[in-house]
């Protein structure tokens, strides 16, 4: 392989954008293109992260792809104005040296001239085109009719943004179609006879959770299945899904501070005006959108806290976004920017009267800053220089509310960089999916989450996730994240399947992960990927724990029947004996213990607790094991206990969890290696100060044993076969 031509040097030499690590995977990207047969069914894949600089790699892919005798470049991207637009001119910009010295030509698809010379013909080609009908169209004419030499050229497809618009199916009629834009992609695959095919995405699991082989009308469609994977190396300062749904699990991580529920009662306000339940003029004081107010003051207190920061450093303040994105349609954004301008109106009406009500405003977002800010290490402006700032911010109008639901509006409103120019030090964002892949906000302190769509699907939820990407540890000190419960439980998840498949792909891309759901009684079947709602799903790896949380008790009545049955129970399996070690137990007298705790729990709107499939659960993690422990479960169980049920202020958590690493953790890591683990734990249930209902209760904790293989648990599939 050529690695000093005359195009691949002058992007990663001498160049602080490309680090060792970025130069290996960019080489062994086109090394693999060039050895492997990457076919229409067995394409590379070059999987990055959301916002994690993957244009940047496969910017560099395509210039050594060109000094390796590739002589034309497809680029597809996701079918938007904006994101095409966006894409040419970066491609332009990086190749304009080369462009200038008649190396290369760049042309959009449906802006390039209509006769091409010889010449130009005969230096090396990028294409630009939209995912979409018209677009490759035109692509496939050009390669079919207009200059049908440049079939035999040697031609590198990059599909940028992959995703189920790439590989998609869908039912028309019932019957089972494949959409045009994939069936076009096929046609093209045939038609270039010297083609190798390149994905690039951050969310691979359309490419995986596909049908088989399938007939449509008469045709033949292989799944695309990665010949090969290359990961794209993750910079130190990324912050991620890990950042959101891992490390804020940790107590003593910044992460702690940034999630904050939202109620479901305050999305449905945010769907559509009603005065009955939000009266514009109250909007400062209704508990109907409590939390947004709060996210909204936390966004305009902690920009000035950060601009007071640059200041002391004598670094010119920087401008700061905040995003709401709870719904699709535009009758929800058009009441949500009257909503937000109606709260800006408010602000400054209390800020020029000199009101209490600002001065309380202010006090509580500082307070809850404050927190984090002091955590992190970095300088605190005091509460009076900050009220001062954000007085000053109100009367200066630094605050700007864009509403953003069009291709036009979105046009208008990018910068050279493809990024949401930031107008003024406050800007707030009003919109929908509109938002998604490519479009990046810069400096977004604050994220307020509601789309709840029936099933979720994994790239186009992680890909709403605008708060990815590069950030300084002093915005992460201000940075919010408000969402409510069960979708934050379902981001978790798709975190965790993420990361499973990651891990799995990097493995062995053959067999990434084992897919089962539930069979009858408390089976495990085997699962086909594509009918996966990914969602709702659960990730068994090493040490998973399942267990039931965000609920109270019956009452203490009610309680006592129940909790008596367990006691009884446990003590016709163990004796009188307090257990000091856990002891083998058949699955099915595990799965009659979790049974008899079932009936204690009543679950708080946003949380529940899916039984049938802890019960599968065990089932599936018991039958891993092989001779005497086959089908078996160790049980331990621990008395007496004093959890309270609802965590304090400064907790990540709204509840808390009734095991801990130190004690419960220990034992599970010790016996669970080749069966699961049930952990059974008695809390008194006092009313005060734990806040339960007076009875005891068993609270049941399930964990995956060390030797298991990752697999994805469906609790639900699709209707798609």
Not at 629 to 642: E, H
Request: aromatic residues 8%; hydrophobic residues 40%.
């Amino acid at each position: 392989m050529k690695k000093m031509g005359k195009f691949y040097p002058s992007f990663v030499g001498n160049n602080e954008r490309y680090s060792s690590e970025d130069c290996l995977c960019i080489e062994s990207v086109v090394k693999r293109l060039m050895k492997s047969q990457t076919s229409e069914d067995h394409p590379g894949m070059l999987l990055g992260k959301i916002q994690s600089g993957k244009t940047k790699i496969f910017l560099a892919v395509m210039a050594l792809a060109f000094d390796n005798d590739f002589d034309i470049v497809v680029v597809l991207t996701k079918g938007t104005r904006a994101l095409a637009k966006q894409t040419y001119a970066r491609i332009k910009s990086e190749f304009k040296e080369h462009a200038d010295n008649d190396l290369l030509n760049v042309f959009d698809i449906m802006t390039m001239p209509s006769h091409l010379t010889g010449f130009e013909l005969s230096q090396k080609l990028v294409l630009v085109v939209k995912k979409q009908t018209d677009n490759l169209g035109r692509l496939i004419a050009l390669f079919d009719k207009k200059y049908p030499e440049l079939q035999d050229k040697r031609v590198l497809i990059i599909d940028d943004e992959a995703d189920y618009a790439s590989v998609g199916f869908k039912k028309a009629k019932g019957e089972l179609d494949i959409n045009t834009t994939a069936r076009q992609l096929e046609n093209l695959r045939r038609l270039v006879q010297r083609a190798a095919f390149l994905q690039v995405t951050a969310t691979p699991y359309s490419l995986y959770l596909q049908p088989a082989t399938i007939q449509i009308k008469g045709d033949v469609f292989a799944p695309v299945r990665p010949a090969f994977t290359a990961l794209v190396p993750v910079n130190a300062a990324y912050i991620g899904s890990e950042y959101y749904f891992e490390d804020s699990q940790e107590d003593s991580h910044l992460a702690t501070f940034l999630y904050q529920p939202v109620h479901l009662d305050e999305l449905q306000v945010l769907r559509k005006k009603d005065g009955r339940r939000l009266k514009l003029e109250e909007v400062l004081s209704s508990k109907a959108i409590s939390t947004l107010r709060d996210a909204l003051c936390n966004f305009i207190v902690g920009g000035c806290i950060r601009r007071l920061q640059d200041k002391k450093i004598g670094q010119a303040g920087k401008k700061y976004s905040f995003l709401v994105h709870t719904e699709s349609n535009k009758i929800a954004h058009a009441w949500q920017e009257e909503l937000v301008e109606k709260i800006k109106e408010k602000l400054n009406e209390a800020a020029a009267a000199k009101s209490s009500v600002l001065v309380e405003l202010i006090k509580r977002s500082y307070q809850g800053l404050r927190l984090s800010v002091e955590f992190q290490g970095d300088h605190l402006p005091t509460e009076a220089e900050v009220a001062k700032e954000v007085l000053n911010a109100l009367r200066q109008d630094w605050l700007m509310i864009t509403k953003v639901n069009s291709e036009k509006q979105i046009e208008e409103l990018l910068d050279d960089d493809g990024q949401l120019k930031l107008r003024t030090p406050l800007n707030i964002f009003i919109g929908g999916q509109i938002l998604d892949r490519g479009i990046t906000i810069a400096n977004l302190i604050g994220f307020y989450y509601g789309r709840k769509p029936n099933i979720f699907q994994q790239d186009t939820v992680l890909q709403h996730s605008r708060m990815f990407g590069f950030r300084p540890l002093q915005d992460l000190a201000v940075t919010r994240f408000y969402t409510e419960p069960t979708i934050y439980v379902a981001m978790q998840r798709m975190h965790e399947n993420d990361v499973a498949l990651r891990e799995a792909l990097s493995k062995n891309p053959e067999q990434p992960v084992v897919f089962i759901q539930k069979g009858p009684g408390n089976s495990v079947l085997p699962c086909s990927p594509n009918k996966i709602a990914l969602s709702r799903t659960t990730t068994l790896k090493p040490h998973k724990r399942i267990l039931p949380v965000g609920f109270q008790t019956l009452s203490k009545t009610s309680l006592k029947p129940i909790t008596e049955k367990i006691d009884k129970a446990l003590k016709d399996l163990v004796g009188e004996n307090v257990l000091t070690q856990p002891i083998l137990i058949d699955v099915s007298r595990a799965i009659e213990l979790l049974d008899m705790t079932q009936a204690a729990f009543k679950f708080d709107p946003g949380y529940s607790f899916d039984w049938s499939a802890a019960r599968s659960t065990l089932t599936y993690l018991s039958g891993l094991s092989k001779g005497a422990g086959a089908n078996k479960v160790w049980l331990m169980t621990y008395s007496d206990r004093n959890v309270s049920r609802l965590a304090g202020k400064t907790s990540h958590a709204e509840y808390i969890e009734p095991d801990s690493t130190r004690t419960e953790g220990k034992i599970r890591i010790g016996f669970a290696l080749d069966n699961p683990i049930i952990i059974l734990i008695r809390q008194n249930g006092n009313e005060l100060p734990q806040g339960w209902r007076g009875g005891a209760f068993w609270w049941p904790v399930i964990s995956a044993q060390s030797n298991t293989r990752t697999a994805i648990f469906a609790h639900e599939t699709l209707s798609n076969d």
